[in-house]
């Protein structure tokens, strides 16, 4: 993923339509019911992806396009913990997309009631955990108040919303 994406937020072109492109919940890009199989052709529309509301568009200066999204856009599919068991813990994720985050206060994990653990990519957009990324989680977590919980950049995140 490049270092510096473009500037979507600032784009507010007139919607120009809605495109028949779909992110399925499992990270797959759909055009026309065909997935998109080049990863780079995937990259770059991910870099021009924008929310708004409930929405998503790929936007550029001059043109906004509707397009779905089953569940979340990104999915987290690796993840590293640097300085494992220490209190300067610090987990990495990577998206499906080349998107690299730390977990922290400014990519926080959300565990919202019956759904699996998301996590702030940018903008206002969210990746899922992929199984094998949350499994790696769990081996991290701890026990507090009824609730797991994993340690990243001295910030708390439940992996679970079970209380006994």
Not at 13 to 42: F, T, Y
Not at 113 to 128: D, F, S
Request: charged share 30%; aromatic share 8%.
């Amino acid at each position: 993923m490049p270092d510096v994406l473009p500037p979507v937020e600032s784009w507010n072109p007139q919607l120009s339509g809605d495109m028949d492109m779909r992110i399925c919940s499992n990270g797959a890009w759909l055009h026309e019911g065909d997935e998109i199989k080049r990863e780079k052709l995937v990259r770059l529309f991910s870099t021009i992806l924008k929310r708004e509301d409930d929405d998503y568009f790929l936007v550029t200066p001059v043109e906004k396009w509707r397009i779905s999204v089953e569940d979340q856009p990104f999915v987290v599919v690796l993840m590293e913990v640097i300085n494992q068991g220490n209190p300067s813990q610090i987990i990495r994720m990577i998206t499906n997309t080349g998107d690299e985050i730390e977990l922290n206060h400014k990519n926080p994990m959300i565990t919202d009631e019956h759904e699996a653990p998301k996590v702030l990519i940018r903008g206002n957009m969210y990746a899922r955990l992929s199984r094998n990324v949350f499994y790696q989680l769990a081996d991290l977590a701890f026990e507090k108040n009824g609730c797991f919980w994993v340690l990243s950049d001295s910030c708390e995140f439940a992996i679970d919303n079970e209380k006994d």
